[in-house]
């Protein structure tokens, strides 16, 4: 297919750079305009390009004419249309729940030789709404800024797809993009589906579980940090990730998890997971040896298919959390300094007393064992196309599993603390209801959930994304620098 659509011209010069006459350069157009949409709208005008074409919703439009009345290379247009016949490289930054409606609407508009992209965060209904609805003669070069529009996007990983297009159109898109100094990645709509599934899906679905226990507080009206629970070290990426992902609209989340076949599959994975490793606990902690040694190893095993013996090459790597004393700077909440030592003993353990309350980690525990019994080596897709939430997240997942002081730790907590008893029961029932929930495949029903427990958050969202922007940039640093002498490494053996 590219080999024909090396035949179709494009309408401008693949070359061309923000520094070219504004006579030379493309008219870039941006359909949707929310935040990922405005994100990209404010990136290329700093960079320079002169012709941008952007338009919303028609009842947004007077608000972004007001929004963008000073900035004179960005034209706001009143819908589709006019942004798609005019412009040279068309981007649809719409909810895949809304892309096929939304394509049909203006595809039929699409300026002849245009090259057109879409933002959605699962492509195969992105992929089926191009085809159906653009003219054979646009090009598809497609693309998807993994990251939120509050991330900074350098060095992100951006995918761009060569569905059916020449090597031209393909060139041109790197430049226009090129600005964001994101790190490009050449995947096929197939493969950035099955990435996103296994770097996303199942990290936001531990999230969105994870928000019940605390949601369980709100009788209360306070916060369980704010108690003293869940507050240092481990605890400080759960939580602020847990809030970060909140501060998000619904619809970011709700395509990848209803619309992508794997997504479902790991999301009901990942609530067996949770289910019987709680019943587990609950068998080891009130019955004998066997049935607490048959807990410990199968979370031993997990631990084993995912991160190998202590021997092999990816205990070699250096991790990829900071230490949990950094970790406490981004904490919402601050660490009791003596109710550790008044806490009754379970039963004696050969460890000295920890840091951190200790609890069962049961969030960490069911991702490991989802991922072995999957069979996904989380660490294939960490430096092709991870998602900073992603990246820090099995962080936390290493620095749990590969510390035996740690893992031990956990695993006698989950046997015999009480404390976490309930807090883990919400989990479970929270998780195998979201699985359910995604099982519907009713985007309204997600919506309506995400939406009743946001509102539990609302009023920490600026707080939590100062804190949380700061911890994910430290990490992101220390993964880049890592990656740089790995490779500097590499190139020398």
Same mark, same amino acid.
């Given at each position: ?31 949707? @305009?929310?935040? @990922? ?104 070069? +497609? ?103 909140? +501060? ?111 609890? +069962? ?41 590969? +510390? ?71 990490? @992101? ?17």
């Amino acid at each position: 297919m590219n080999q024909y659509y090396d035949t179709i011209p494009i309408n401008v010069s693949p070359n061309v750079t923000p520094s070219s006459p504004v006579e030379d350069q493309p008219t870039i157009g941006l359909i949707g @305009m929310g935040g @990922m949409g405005r994100m990209y709208a404010h990136a290329l005008c700093l960079a320079g390009w002169k012709k941008i074409y952007v338009c919303d919703l028609p009842e947004k439009f007077s608000q972004l004419k007001e929004d963008y009345a000073d900035k004179p290379t960005i034209r706001v247009m009143r819908d589709g249309h006019g942004v798609a016949r005019s412009s040279d490289f068309i981007v649809y930054s719409v909810e895949a729940e809304f892309i096929d409606r939304v394509v049909a609407l203006f595809g039929p508009s699409t300026k002849m030789h245009a090259i057109v992209a879409g933002q959605t965060s699962v492509k195969a209904p992105e992929r089926a709404a191009f085809e159906k609805h653009l003219p054979d003669d646009a090009h598809i070069i +497609s693309c998807h800024s993994l990251h939120g529009p509050t991330v900074n996007p350098v060095g992100q990983p951006l995918v761009l797809i060569r569905h059916r297009g020449s090597k031209d159109a393909l060139t041109l898109v790197e430049n226009i993009l090129r600005p964001l100094r994101s790190r490009h990645v050449y995947l096929s709509y197939e493969e950035h589906d099955r990435v996103t599934a296994n770097t996303q899906a199942v990290t936001h679905a531990a999230f969105l579980i994870l928000s019940f226990l605390f949601v369980s507080w709100s009788c209360a009206k306070s916060y369980p940090w704010e108690q003293g629970l869940y507050v240092g070290g481990i605890e400080t990426a759960k939580v602020n990730l847990t809030l970060r992902i909140y +501060s998000n609209a619904w619809h970011v989340y709700a395509g990848l998890a209803i619309l992508n076949p794997a997504a479902r599959i790991q999301i009901d994975r990942y609530a067996a997971s949770a289910t019987e490793l709680f019943k587990m606990m609950l068998e080891g902690g009130s019955g004998g040896d066997a049935e607490k040694r048959r807990f410990r190893e199968r979370v031993e095993w997990g631990r084993k298919v995912v991160f190998g013996d202590a021997s092999g090459e990816e205990r070699k790597r250096r991790p990829i959390l900071l230490s949990e004393d950094v970790l406490d700077r981004f904490s919402l909440g601050k660490t009791p300094q003596t109710s550790l030592s008044l806490l009754p003993p379970t039963e004696n353990c050969a460890h000295p007393p920890p840091k951190y309350r200790p609890n +069962s980690h049961l969030s960490l525990l069911a991702m490991v064992d989802c991922w072995a019994h999957l069979s996904i080596n989380p660490y294939i897709h960490l430096q092709l196309a991870a998602t900073p939430i992603f990246r820090l997240f099995l962080g936390v997942a290493e620095h749990l599993f590969l +510390s035996p002081h740690l893992l031990s730790t956990s695993i006698h907590s989950a046997l015999f603390d009480t404390w976490h008893r309930a807090d883990d029961l919400e989990f479970v029932c929270a998780a195998r209801g979201w699985s359910q929930c995604i099982s519907f495949g009713i985007f309204e029903v997600y919506r309506k959930r995400f939406e009743e427990t946001r509102a539990f958050f609302e009023g920490r969202f600026e707080e939590v994304g100062k804190l949380g922007a700061e911890m994910i940039k430290a990490v @992101m640093e220390s993964e880049v620098r890592r990656e740089e002498e790995e490779s500097f490494l590499a190139r020398d053996k």
